[in-house]
């Protein structure tokens, strides 16, 4: 398959080093840069109001005439999220399986991608000729049909990038991973494997799919109640295992949620979910039914559902409530940093008069492989070099660990920090350089316009609120014509505490007159005298420090 000598080969990772989602990783082979997923991170507890997070395109940017492919390993957001930011500044083919890139168009729609995306679909038989490599696929198992890895064919060997899989010994036909191509690409030659890390902390093996369709089995056997089935948007296996089940037990299915319905028309569509004609009924009819004939399957705004449970438990959602005897099955994990408000959610369902069914049982398992599975992959594929991806640091540790113990040389495994340039020189790997990395934060439609000041602002303002100082001046004498007037928001409530507010009246005013008084004065040194010694005077009061923005006008 190798048409040339190749000369240089560069791996950079932009994203998914350190961190969970945001996975973008380049392969430089030669001038060529080839991109593989482009996927997006949710929020962090501290990223007040944004929406998304992905990782910084700079290096993209800079060199984008010699980026020649992208390449997608399947449909889940932090794989694909980001494709339409990348695109908006290289314009190159994209491929990747046909699930994979139907979610990905409608991705590119939802984020009204106004460009044209040359969507190239390929399967795993499928290879990519391209000047200075070939570009091959496996089939891999996952929670979503049509995962991939990816195989760069250099002349030094392969580089092979795993994307998400396990191995599920009962994995049904759409999730069968190609075991025997993936070990006839470990006996042609691996350079380096840069592999999934999620689950590297844990021992053993990822539990069966099959052991989570028998327990939901029960649990819908043994309710006296609607079911109420919380899942992941994108998690078309368990979709698949609900209408199973929710089939065998005598029960309709009524979807809720704008991403799981586009995620599931797709899939349903492609083939790629079967279910009756007759099991699925609109969210409307569900009172036409009785309660035991019932499974609502559900999600939220961003295809995650504990927020939509929430507004459920409060009896607050649009569509569905919680009532007494539902049950609750909340068939996903937390997103990283928001496990606390999912136990919360759990005692609101509780209070609701629910029962709730999560993580004890194996109503849910995730998706990525555990120790064993990592050292199957490393075994199969018999790599030369090893970088452990897809995971917080943590994790790259524990993977690094398992690849140890598969025989791997220490010298052998490298854990890159995001940007760093690892390269293959002289028959060995080392790290050369690096470029620029970070996270480029999505708020509304603006693309990086918040950053780190914005940030703190709106923390100081979500902590200690805002005051408002509101002067009047007239403009000839610079007298005060009106106010000092203060407004209060998230500070103090002000019915209740008018000595404090009249206090801080009377300081403005005195401030006022004395630059006022003077015969010049200029307005940002007033202005900042204000914000000083009010702020210095509430905190001595309240031991609070909101911010100030004072108001000068002239009439």
Known sequence: MIKKKNTSIKLITLGGIGEIGKNMYLVEVDKDIFIVDAGIMFPEEGMLGIDMVIPDLTYLKDNKERVKAIFLTHG???????????????????????????????????????????????DSDTIVELDAVNVSF??????????????????????????????????????????????????????????????????????????????????????????IAACFASDINRIQHIFDVARENGRKVAVVGKSLERIYHIALDLGYLEVAEDAIIPISEIKDYQDREIVVLMTGSQGEPIEALQK????????????????????????????????????????????????????????????????????????????????????????????????????????PDRGD????????????????SGNVLIDGIGVGDVGNIVLRDRKLLSQDGILIVVVTLTKQEKKIAAGPEIISRGFVYVRESEKLMDDSTKLVREIVERNTAKSSFEWASLKQEIRDELNRSLFEKTKRRPMILPIIMEV
């Open 421 to 436: 340039v690892v390269e293959w020189k002289e028959g060995t790997l080392s790290i050369t350089g690096k470029v620029s």
């Open 312 to 415: 459920m438990a409060k009896q607050t959602h649009k569509l569905v409530n919680i009532q007494k005897e539902d049950t609750v099955l909340i068939a996903a994990s937390p997103l990283r940093g928001s496990e606390v408000f999912l136990f919360k959610t759990i005692d609101m369902l509780f209070r609701a008069g629910a029962n709730v069914i999560s993580g004890k049982r194996a109503i849910h398992v995730s998706s990525h492989g555990s120790q064993e599975e990592l050292k199957f992959m490393i075994n199969l594929m018999k790599p030369k070099f090893f970088i452990p991806v897809h995971g917080e640091y943590r994790m790259l540790k524990a993977h690094r660990k398992v690849a140890l113990e598969c025989g791997l040389a220490d010298e052998k495994i490298f854990i």
């Open 138 to 227: 496996f089939r891999t198992n996952h929670s979503i049909p049509d995962s991939v890895g990816v195989c760069i064919h250099t002349s030094e060997g392969i580089i092979v990038y795993t994307g998400d899989f396990k191995f599920d010994q009962a994995a049904t036909k759409l999730y069968k991973p190609e075991i025997g191509k993936m070990a006839a690409i470990g006996d042609r030659g691996v350079l380096c494997l840069l592999s999934d890390s999620t689950e590297a902390e844990r021992p053993g093996y990822t539990t069966s799919e099959a052991i989570v369709e028998r327990e939901l089995s029960n649990a819908l056997y043994n309710a006296p109640g609607r079911i």
């Open 76 to 122: 889940h957001e932090d794989h694909i999220g980001a494709l339409s930011y990348v695109l908006r500044h290289v314009n190159v083919p994209v491929y990747g399986t046909k699930l994979t890139l139907a979610l990905a168009q409608a991705k590119l729609k939802e984020q009204e991608f106004r460009g044209t995306a040359n969507l190239i679909e390929v």
